[in-house]
Nanobody, 113 residues
Framework: QVQLVESGGGLVQAGGSLTLSCAASGRSFSNMGWFRQAIGKERESVASIRWDGTYYLNSVKGRFTIFRDRTKNTVYLQMSSLKPEDTAIYYC??????????WGQGTQVTVSS
């Protein structure tokens, strides 16, 4: 059974840093990514690491870094210079094709001003 488990969320002051982790069990995936959804907003793709490269939402470029450890079947999202507008539930996603097939339960990130 495939499972994605996120961790690392929490409360941080603006300008601070957090690193999210997403451990996949059951099998490995070609593509993994992070999405977020803030209250009253649509879910958006924050960062992805795919077979053809890494991709970032424009507003997080230079502040967030996605990387993976294939030996641990884990993907990370290192977030720095956090802003209040980064506050959201962050979800991990994984898949092998154009769409993600599996999703984590989400982890809350709250950035206080």
């Amino acid at each position: 059974q495939v499972q994605l488990v996120e961790s690392g969320g929490g409360l941080v002051q603006a300008g601070g840093s957090l690193t999210l982790s997403c451990a996949a069990s059951g099998r490995s995936f070609s593509n993994m990514g992070w999405f977020r959804q803030a209250i009253g907003k649509e879910r958006e793709s924050v960062a992805s690491i795919r077979w053809d490269g890494t991709y970032y939402l424009n507003s997080v470029k230079g502040r967030f870094t996605i990387f993976r450890d294939r030996t641990k079947n884990t993907v990370y999202l290192q977030m720095s210079s956090l802003k209040p507008e980064d506050t959201a539930i962050y979800y991990c996603a994984a898949g092998d094709g154009a769409e993600y097939s599996d999703w984590g339960q989400g982890t809350q990130v709250t950035v206080s001003s």
